[in-house]
């Protein structure tokens, strides 16, 4: 479980970017944050895993204060950055899986089998000795999420997931998002594009100017979207059913 109460967040420059956000999210959830630009999505997410020191308030992954226990928290989640050129570290889809678990000091047998399995999980076998640089979009974005799951992260946090995407990544992406669910890992994802991931998460939390303005169930969200400066899905707004992107 993660618990976030009262939390503030002031870059260097004076900017105020987050205010008094209180939410917990249970284990095996699938949220969806969501707002316009410079709502604060980003650095919500990097306060959560601890890559940002909050400038007040505090933040609790299964108990540990993320200010406190660095190390505990790191092992409790991984995230997947928005350009997944900057996260991918290897010359070869293989051994960019295995630099995570490489960090841990994990023995080279178990090295091995967890490369082995982030592959064949992320479908990613075939292409296992080719050059990272010749992937497609599509496939580094698989890439980086192997290199998360190497590390086998209760939490996975991913930051535009869709961004640089064509129509078939976007779909190979979502459904893996989804199996990972269907598994029992806890997701959070941040995107603006709401439509793509809307029908699968079990709830939608909207920032704005640094504020959680609402929280719960898509059902009752993506009606309000708008007002916020967020696009809803086409089918909330012809009063339809949801509609997935894998249909």
């Given at each position: 479980?993660?618990?976030?109460?009262?939390?503030?967040?002031?870059y260097p420059d004076g900017t105020l970017a987050l205010k008094g956000i209180d939410l917990t999210i249970s284990d095996g959830e699938f949220l969806l944050i969501c707002g316009p630009n410079g709502s604060g999505k980003?650095?919500?997410?990097?306060?959560?895993?601890?890559?940002?020191?909050?400038?007040?308030?505090?933040?609790?992954?299964?108990?540990?204060?993320?200010?406190?226990?660095?190390?505990?928290?790191?092992?409790?989640?991984?995230?997947?950055?928005?350009?997944?050129?900057?996260?991918?570290?290897?010359?070869?889809?293989?051994?960019?899986?295995?630099?995570?678990?490489?960090?841990?000091?994990?023995?080279?047998?178990?090295?091995?089998?967890?490369?082995?399995?982030?592959?064949?999980?992320?479908?990613?076998?075939?292409?296992?000795?080719?050059?990272?640089?010749?992937?497609?979009?599509?496939?580094?974005?698989?890439?980086?999420?192997?290199?998360?799951?190497?590390?086998?992260?209760?939490?996975?946090?991913?930051?535009?997931?869709?961004?640089?995407?064509?129509?078939?990544?976007?779909?190979?992406?979502?459904?893996?998002?989804?199996?990972?669910?269907?598994?029992?890992?806890?997701?959070?994802?941040?995107?603006?594009?709401?439509?793509?991931?809307?029908?699968?998460?079990?709830?939608?939390?909207?920032?704005?100017?640094?504020?959680?303005?609402?929280?719960?169930?898509?059902?009752?969200?993506?009606?309000?979207?708008?007002?916020?400066?967020?696009?809803?899905?086409?089918?909330?707004?012809?009063?339809?059913?949801?509609?997935?992107?894998?249909?």
């Amino acid at each position: 479980m993660i618990e976030i109460q009262h939390l503030h967040h002031r870059y260097p420059d004076g900017t105020l970017a987050l205010k008094g956000i209180d939410l917990t999210i249970s284990d095996g959830e699938f949220l969806l944050i969501c707002g316009p630009n410079g709502s604060g999505k980003t650095t919500l997410i990097r306060l959560i895993t601890g890559l940002y020191k909050p400038t007040s308030g505090s933040i609790h992954v299964n108990g540990f204060n993320t200010l406190h226990h660095s190390k505990e928290v790191c092992g409790l989640m991984g995230m997947v950055f928005q350009d997944p050129d900057s996260q991918i570290v290897g010359e070869t889809v293989r051994e960019d899986i295995a630099f995570g678990p490489e960090n841990l000091g994990l023995p080279l047998k178990e090295i091995s089998n967890r490369v082995d399995w982030a592959l064949r999980v992320m479908g990613l076998e075939p292409l296992s000795e080719k050059p990272c640089y010749l992937l497609s979009g599509g496939e580094k974005r698989r890439l980086t999420i192997a290199g998360v799951l190497a590390m086998r992260p209760q939490v996975i946090l991913f930051d535009e997931p869709f961004s640089f995407l064509d129509y078939s990544g976007i779909q190979e992406v979502l459904r893996h998002m989804i199996q990972l669910h269907r598994e029992g890992h806890t997701l959070i994802v941040t995107t603006h594009d709401v439509e793509k991931v809307a029908p699968h998460v079990d709830r939608i939390a909207i920032l704005h100017n640094g504020e959680l303005k609402l929280i719960g169930p898509p059902e009752d969200l993506l009606i309000r979207l708008p007002q916020f400066g967020i696009r809803p899905p086409c089918y909330t707004l012809l009063g339809g059913k949801k509609i997935s992107w894998l249909e």
